[in-house]
């Protein structure tokens, strides 16, 4: 089930400044917070006149990660085997929790970080923490 | 959120909002891809913390926060946003119930499957067979909250 993955430094922190630089180009010219499970929501509920910038980002989004993997298809192999109940399960609680919590890791972790806002703040460290024990334990529990 | 997106004129700005958010998203995902964020596996390593623990995540989260520290200030430089009349920034600084419990419950489903919402868009396509099981299943979550939610601001 694990995959053996290593650290790579140099590949994390271009990748992590791509998605920085995309944060300030929407805060820059829509005056907004790229937040994923923010934009992604918004579309579902439809609020007049924004579907056009929600939608552009979706899509440059789906373009440019295919594009980029199909450059480079050794950054990730798909999983096999995961079983599908648990799959459904984690997908329920991630658009519930961000959701009902205004954000996931990119509105509440980048943005909210770097805007030094508190009410981000203490969501990272619940969400961190939430994630970094659900996925301790069930690697020692069952994939061990 | 809803009393800013209430304020938001439509249309003002479709062009320059549309082609700016078409390049936002094509930067995040290239970042996500490049980074590492989209494999689960890479996820899973970073959050499991055992003798396979891989810290690339803390340094993706590391480079794209500051990065937008040091470029939100130069955004906020200007009085508005290039293709908006006004930022819409969140207000709110109250920690409340909904916002612990939504981030413990994001946090569970994410330390099941290595997903959050950005990599699980990217898996639609270049893992479709996890991507639009999750995917499907994440929409249904949020629906199911803001029904919820609105069921309980009507009663």
Redesign the interface.
């Given at each position: 089930m694990t995959e053996l993955t290593t650290f790579t430094p140099a590949s994390a922190a271009l990748g992590g400044v791509l998605i920085g630089l995309a944060a300030v180009v929407f805060m820059a010219s829509l005056g907004r917070i790229a937040g994923i499970s923010g934009i992604l929501g918004g579309l579902i509920a439809s609020p007049r006149g924004s579907w056009s910038w929600r939608l552009a980002f979706l899509i440059g989004l789906l373009l440019t990660s295919l594009a980029t993997w199909r450059l480079m298809p050794d950054a990730f192999v798909p999983r096999e085997g995961f079983p599908l109940p648990l799959l459904i399960l984690a997908g329920l609680l991630v658009g519930f929790g961000t959701s009902l919590g205004n954000g996931c890791t990119s509105g509440h972790g980048v943005c909210g970080l770097s805007r030094l806002s508190v009410r981000s703040l203490v969501a990272v460290m619940v969400f961190m923490a939430a994630g970094v024990a659900t996925a301790t334990i069930l690697r020692m529990v069952f994939w061990s | 959120?809803s009393t800013a997106?209430?304020m938001?004129?439509?249309?003002a700005f479709?062009f320059?909002?549309?082609?700016?958010?078409?390049?936002?998203?094509?930067?995040?995902?290239?970042?996500?891809?490049?980074?590492?964020?989209?494999?689960?596996?890479?996820v899973?390593?970073f959050?499991?913390?055992?003798a396979?623990w891989?810290?690339?995540?803390l340094?993706?989260?590391?480079?794209?926060?500051?990065?937008?520290?040091i470029?939100?200030r130069?955004?906020?430089r200007?009085q508005?946003?290039?293709?908006?009349e006004?930022?819409?920034?969140?207000t709110?600084?109250?920690?409340d119930r909904?916002?612990?419990?939504?981030?413990?419950?994001?946090?569970?489903?994410?330390?099941?499957?290595?997903?959050?919402?950005?990599p699980?868009?990217?898996a639609?396509?270049?893992?479709p067979?996890?991507g639009l099981?999750?995917?499907?299943?994440?929409?249904?979550?949020?629906?199911?909250?803001?029904f919820l939610?609105r069921n309980k601001a009507a009663a």
């Open positions: - | 959120m997106q209430a938001t004129k439509p249309g479709p320059g909002q549309t082609i700016a958010a078409l390049l936002s998203g094509a930067l995040f995902g290239a970042g996500l891809v490049i980074s590492g964020m989209s494999n689960p596996h890479k899973l390593n959050l499991a913390l055992d396979q891989d810290p690339s995540l340094v993706v989260m590391g480079a794209a926060t500051l990065t937008a520290l470029g939100f130069l955004a906020w200007r508005t946003p290039l293709f908006d006004q930022f819409h920034l969140p709110r600084r109250d920690i909904p916002l612990v419990l939504g981030a413990l419950l994001f946090g569970l489903g994410w330390g099941i499957a290595g997903y959050c919402p950005g699980a868009l990217t639609t396509l270049i893992a067979a996890e099981w999750f995917v499907a299943s994440m929409l249904i979550g949020m629906m199911a909250q803001r939610a």
